[in-house]
């Protein structure tokens, strides 16, 4: 009976664990763009390198807890961990370097320098994406 226990409450533990979990190797990241006017664009990126680097910037970002502020959120990010795990995220769309787990309904902020690499890493989405209203008002 004790093992049992022991058994669901480490089961618990690990799915209450933040996404992206040190120690396992990110594999594949997929990001999905999709706008309310049809626009629809995809990227995978498989490079070893680069994905160790997205892990690295999802990992910093789970250390700056954040409120969504009412930013738009059109793009999905699909993170597959060596183990065949599948994490879910929420991207902002808008200018805001905001990043939101879907599992744990957890929003994080992301360093202005990790949000400016996320779209040179994902810039065929980015493009998909037109204009930011950002870029624009600060000319």
């Known amino acids: 009976m004790k093992r049992m226990i022991c058994t669901l409450l480490a089961a618990l533990m690990l799915l209450g664990a933040s996404a992206v ?18 626009n629809r664009e995809e990227q995978t ?3 070893e390198e680069t994905l160790s680097e997205l892990q690295d910037m999802l990992l910093r970002a789970r250390k700056n807890k954040a409120q969504l502020e009412n930013c738009t959120m059109n793009c999905t990010l699909f993170c597959t961990m060596e183990d065949g795990a599948l994490y879910d995220f929420a991207v902002a769309t808008d200018g805001c370097p905001y990043i939101t787990d879907k599992t744990a309904d957890q929003t994080y902020r992301l360093s202005d320098e990790d949000d400016a690499r996320l779209w040179e890493i994902f810039d065929i989405v980015q493009e998909a994406m037109g204009y930011d209203a950002a870029w624009v008002l600060n000319w």
Do not use: N, P, R, S
Request: glycine share 10%; proline share 0%; aromatic share 10%.
């Open 45 to 47: 990126v498989l490079d």
């Open 21 to 38: 979990a040190e120690g396992q190797k990110l594999t594949e990241a997929l990001m999905i763009y999709e706008d309310y006017d049809g």
